[in-house]
């Protein structure tokens, strides 16, 4: 089993920055957490969940949507079970809940970008810019 835990959220100004992380609680006799690729999606009110950014298993790989890219970047720390979300020039179309998401793809590279290839969520924390 795989828990996941957001932070970071809040009221931010338009143009302004937020850093969003996420920790893993992992069983012991589950793989590690550099097993799992890991995403980040948010949820507008009113709109359907769109993938954010995503990084595979060791780091080395990261996707981020044509709407953040640029502006958001998603890193991990494999020693501490966690990533984040650094988002830069925010904006008020960025106000959503933002969930991490884990995945454990076949390919060491992979970075999955359906919320479907996603096994386990977070709970989400609220990010809402203010113009």
């Known amino acids: 089993q795989v828990q996941l835990v957001e932070s970071g959220g809040g009221l931010v100004q338009a143009g302004g920055s937020l850093r969003l992380s996420c920790v893993a609680s992992?069983?012991?006799?589950?793989?590690?957490?550099?097993?799992?690729?890991m995403g980040w999606f948010r949820q507008a009110p009113g709109k359907e969940r769109e993938f954010v950014c995503g990084?595979?298993?060791?780091?080395?790989?990261?996707v981020c949507a044509d709407s953040v890219k640029g502006r958001f970047t998603i890193s991990r720390d494999n020693a501490r079970n966690k990533v984040y979300l650094q988002m830069n020039s925010v904006k008020p179309e960025d106000t959503a809940v933002y969930y991490c998401?884990?995945?454990?793809?076949?390919?060491?590279?992979?970075?999955?970008?359906?919320?479907?290839?996603?096994?386990?969520w977070g709970q989400g924390t609220q990010v809402t810019v203010s113009s």
């Open positions: 992992i069983r012991p006799s589950i793989r590690p957490f550099n097993n799992y690729a």
């Open positions: 998401a884990a995945d454990r793809p076949q390919s060491f590279f992979a970075v999955p970008t359906m919320g479907g290839s996603y096994d386990y």
């Open positions: 990084i595979n298993r060791s780091g080395d790989n990261t």
